[in-house]
């Protein structure tokens, strides 16, 4: 089982060179993959609830020029609060200076407020992310004319073409979801799941398709002694359940560093 790390990124005042810093450092200790939030208009106060201070795509790009390595990935990008036109010119451009190291975790959000704040219609989130990630492939793989319900185009070149498939990630445990990623995706991402938890969602997700799906899934540890044994003998289960990665996310940016560390080392005996 890949272990990942989900990077700090909650903070107003946090310094915008840290969460790089402990890219470059979970790269260092043999961390796979280094992902991040995003919100756009989170609420005031809003800690480790929502997370994304820094935009994902623009701080993944300078991490990428720090490291030769560690994969980049979004988790998950709230696609629907934004033109998707957009994030594949942003996604196509970061996975090219990137050396094609980036996966493109989606989801649909959960803040009405937040998404009313943007001007984004909170009702067809769902209809709206399943169509923009159809029009995501077809913008990748060259396509010319697009017509949907939300997005279309009839003329014009995409550019850069990736120069491969771009993996893209849906995230939620949600019916819905997991009916997303069995579709549309190349992996799916649980998140704040048991491992039995884990291995039913998985298998809805084997029951709706045939294709060869990456499975993974998200856990916490903020810290302490019993609290570790705990989240490390998790990390054998999940793995146990099949799980093909395990993102982690160490809490608050302070301590966050000496936390990868541990966890990896413990997790490694």
């Known amino acids: 089982m890949e272990l990942q790390v989900v990077l700090p990124d909650e903070s107003s005042t946090m310094d915008a060179q840290r969460p790089v810093e402990l890219g470059v450092e979970a790269e260092r200790l043999g961390y796979r993959m280094a992902w991040l939030p995003d919100h756009l208009l989170p609420p005031t106060g809003h800690d480790d609830v929502y997370g994304g201070v820094y935009e994902p795509l623009v701080t993944l790009s300078y991490l990428a020029a720090r490291t030769s390595t560690i994969g980049l990935g979004t988790s998950v990008l709230v696609l629907p609060m934004r033109n998707p036109f957009v994030v594949a010119k942003q996604a196509a451009t970061l996975d090219r200076l990137a050396g094609q190291r980036l996966t493109l975790g989606l989801g649909i959000g959960w803040d009405r407020t937040e998404f009313a704040s943007v001007g984004a219609d909170f009702h067809t989130r ?25 997005y279309g185009h009839s003329s014009g070149l995409f550019g850069p073409q990736p120069l491969r498939e771009i993996p893209i990630m849906v995230g939620g445990t949600s019916e819905h979801a997991l009916k997303r990623a069995a579709a549309l995706a190349d992996e799916w991402q649980g998140f704040a799941l048991d491992p039995a938890g884990f291995t039913r969602n998985v298998a809805r997700i084997r029951e709706l398709s045939t294709r060869d799906i990456r499975v993974s899934t998200r856990i916490a540890w903020r810290g302490g002694k019993s609290e570790l044994a705990k989240a490390v003998d998790e990390a054998h289960r999940f793995a146990e359940a099949g799980a093909d990665a395990l993102a982690v996310w160490f809490g608050e940016e302070s301590g966050f560093a000496d936390r990868m560390a541990e966890f990896a080392a413990t997790l490694g005996k």
């Open 126 to 150: 769902g209809a709206r992310t399943d169509e923009g990630i159809s029009l995501l492939r077809h913008l990748f793989r060259g396509g010319g004319r697009f017509e949907g319900r939300f």
